[in-house]
């Protein structure tokens, strides 16, 4: 829950935001972004080995899972992960990966069963990944099926959203988020049904439009036509927490301003006065933005494909959602919210070959760019502040000082 104390500091950091005629006094100069992090082989491959791969990744919503039985696999966090809700209703996830020869158990996108059979030679697991049968048992010297369960990968909710971390020794994801868990709290994320999920496929390095996402800085050029309309980008107040996390507040150019696609649509009652009032956007580090309102969430997912193509997936959830019989006003507001994003995903690609021009040395970015800057200080902690190439490094200007909130 966000309390009054800090509601009352934002809306005083909104008015100094707006009136200030300089970067405040002490900011740091923030060195410049080097060129190679976007676009160097051997630099991307250490941030998809250290950073992605021990990342929480938020892998799908618990309708998805409506009966015990109820499976679908998670693709974008790079290894096949199958998340499962086993005969009791828990929740698991395992690589979709059989323990004899490493053929995949499922092939489809979802589904329902009580167990699963590998089609290439038979083995069997139970909903809890427990092998229980193989062809041809008598062939096996000294099997011993206790040693031959599915790989579990780490799987944690925050309410009825589910992350997994292919990091055993990961820390559990609501101590990881950190003072975001208690925010969170009002959103009642239990309760928030699934509403659409799509995706875009875009030929641009990640880090591209996760930058977008970061900052308003962009939005008198690419949405004159929408956002810019009603935010004043002037007043954004930004809060960096540790590990990577951030969150972002924006408020409305005029204080009465609502949004009038939204106006009859379900409330969560136990939104606090700043997030309803206000844009906020939050940042679970590395690929998750949450932009909440008190009528409905969206959730944005930045997921690499590869060195020069990323996937953008847009889900959202809200109150009271029927999927049988939606709320008519449903349909327009994605709508709208997806020429939003296709205002930021159309220059993409077109970012990503001046990217990869001699022309691009690296990024000097301003206070208002400040989270984008954090992030790659956590992404240089992640992957070993001595195993980052020098001509990719970026020093550590912000962590440890003031401009962080713990």
């Known amino acids: 829950m966000m309390d009054t104390a800090t509601a009352t500091r934002i809306i005083q950091s909104?008015?100094?935001?707006?009136?200030?005629?300089?970067?405040?006094?002490?900011?740091?100069?923030?060195?410049?972004?080097?060129?190679?992090?976007?676009?160097?082989?051997?630099?991307?491959?250490?941030?998809?080995?250290r950073m992605w791969d021990r990342a929480w990744l938020y892998a799908g919503h618990a309708d998805q899972l409506p009966e015990?039985?109820?499976?679908?696999?998670?693709?974008?966090?790079?290894?096949?992960?199958?998340?499962?809700?086993?005969?009791?209703?828990?929740?698991?996830?395992?690589?979709?990966?059989?323990?004899?020869?490493?053929?995949?158990?499922?092939?489809e996108e979802s589904g329902q069963s009580r167990g699963f059979v590998c089609a290439y030679h038979g083995w069997s697991y139970t909903l809890e990944g427990k092998l229980t049968a193989v062809r041809d048992k008598r062939d096996f010297v000294d099997l011993d099926f206790s040693c031959r369960s599915l790989v579990s990968v780490r799987c944690e909710r925050i309410g009825n959203l589910i992350f997994v971390n292919q990091d055993p020794e990961a820390?559990?994801?609501?101590?990881?988020?950190?003072?975001?868990?208690?925010?969170?709290?009002?959103?009642?994320?239990?309760?928030?049904?699934?509403?659409?999920?799509?995706?875009?496929d875009v030929d641009c390095n990640v880090k591209v439009l996760l930058d977008a996402f970061l900052e308003v800085y962009h939005i008198k050029s690419i949405h004159q036509k929408t956002v810019?309309?009603?935010?004043?980008?002037?007043?954004?107040?930004?809060?960096?927490?540790?590990?990577?996390h951030s969150r972002m507040i924006t408020p409305n150019s005029r204080p009465d301003w609502k949004d009038p696609g939204t106006i009859g649509m379900p409330r969560i009652a136990s939104v606090t006065e700043v997030p309803a009032n206000n844009n906020v956007s939050y940042m679970i580090y590395p690929n998750f933005v949450m932009p909440p309102s008190d009528s409905g969430v969206p959730l944005l997912q930045f997921w690499p494909l590869g060195d020069t193509r990323c996937r953008v997936v847009s889900t959202w959830i809200g109150p009271d959602h029927d999927a049988e019989n939606p709320h008519p006003l449903w349909e327009q507001r994605i709508k709208n919210w997806e020429r939003i994003l296709y205002e930021d995903l159309q220059f993409a690609p077109q970012i990503q070959a001046s990217l990869q021009s001699k022309g691009f040395r690296g990024m000097p970015l301003n206070y208002q760019e400040r989270r984008i800057y954090h992030w790659h200080e956590e992404l240089d902690r992640r992957i070993g502040l001595n195993q980052v190439p020098p001509e990719a490094r970026v020093d550590q200007v912000l962590d440890g000082t003031q401009w962080i909130e713990s």
């Open 14 to 49: 909104m008015d100094y935001e707006r009136g200030r005629k300089g970067a405040p006094e002490g900011f740091p100069a923030l060195p410049d972004i080097p060129g190679a992090r976007y676009v160097d082989p051997a630099f991307l491959k250490l941030e998809r080995d």
């Open 171 to 200: 820390e559990p994801l609501l101590d990881h988020i950190g003072p975001m868990a208690a925010e969170f709290a009002q959103y009642d994320f239990d309760k928030l049904r699934l509403v659409d999920s799509r995706s875009y």
């Open 228 to 244: 810019d309309r009603f935010l004043d980008h002037r007043g954004m107040v930004i809060t960096l927490w540790p590990k990577g």
């Open 68 to 107: 015990p039985g109820s499976w679908f696999l998670a693709t974008n966090p790079g290894a096949p992960i199958l998340v499962v809700r086993d005969l009791k209703g828990e929740i698991r996830a395992f690589y979709n990966t059989c323990q004899h020869r490493g053929a995949p158990l499922v092939a």
